[in-house]
């Protein structure tokens, strides 16, 4: 029996969150660390805040350093991706077509929101989009992150509920540049919202990955990249991922990474989504105990599954969400675009 499509959008959303907040008590850690210090991730948890002797925060141990971005939230919340996610999922259900503007505007306000008294921002928000918020009003945009593939998610949602291919795929682009000007990070962006809106159609594996790697080669426009040229493009590391589809996880992630470059975290989230096809709840945990990127993996990863399986995930994480029912109510609305 074919899941119900609308399930299936208000899952990418949820799936978004629910990723993220799995990843988001460990973020930027290394897998050893998250061995030793959580054993595994399994659930929603809080914040792991590892202390030394003398009850300070331990910054660095024999993996590397430790950090805490997360420190402010608590078990549940979900981070950046499922905010700036929200954001525009909001923005499109509010306007029912793809205004650039109106998606700045409604990312710039929930950036805005969020700030502390002490002028940082809460949410985990990662140093390339932070840099992109305080100087979108200038149009000076970063090196290769995550930001744009992170949140692309509604505008697959969007394609696919008014059948609006190519304008879904000229706009992922624009909202991708409105950030970042990498094109590594913008072709993710436009790779992810292709991603989204070919998964509600049940494609076979081959096929999805076939058009993840076409897409990606047809929208990575050629550029000097001005961070990490030796690094690679976006397209090469997804056709390795279609060329090495049954790898061992440990060796796909030897060569692709999960760091939050762009060039690393996309390609291992789709290297694991791919991988764990029929398995999806199983990789999106093997993903998250990767760390590096990993309340962003685990969004992207959570966000493709949901897309392709509809409401698989345990209803105890579902419940932890923090704002399930208004999560669940915009991709209701998203689904409405159909109408
Ligand atoms: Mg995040």
Redesign the pocket.
Known sequence: MKTNIEEKYIATLIGCGIG?AL??PI?AWKKGQIKKYVGRITDLIDPVLVKDKNGNLLKEDEFGRLKY?GRDLSKGD?????ILTLAIAESIADKKILDLTDICKKQVEVYDSLRKPDGKIR????KSTREAFEKIKLGISPGPGTGPC?KMAPVGLYMHATGKYEEGIKMSRLISRATHLDERSIASGVVQAHAISQLLNEPAKQEFLDSIVNTCTKNERQQEYDALPERGNLSSKLKWVKENQDAPDIKAYAILGCSSLVFEAYPFTIFMFQKYWDKPIEGLIETVNFGG?C??TG?MYGALAGAKNGMIFPDKWVNELKNSEKIKALGRKMYNLRR
Do not use: L, S
Request: proline share 0%; hydrophobic share 25%.
């Open positions: 993220d990843g988001m973020e971005w979900y981070t950046d991706d499922t949410g985990g928000f990662g992170m990127d309340d962003t969004a």
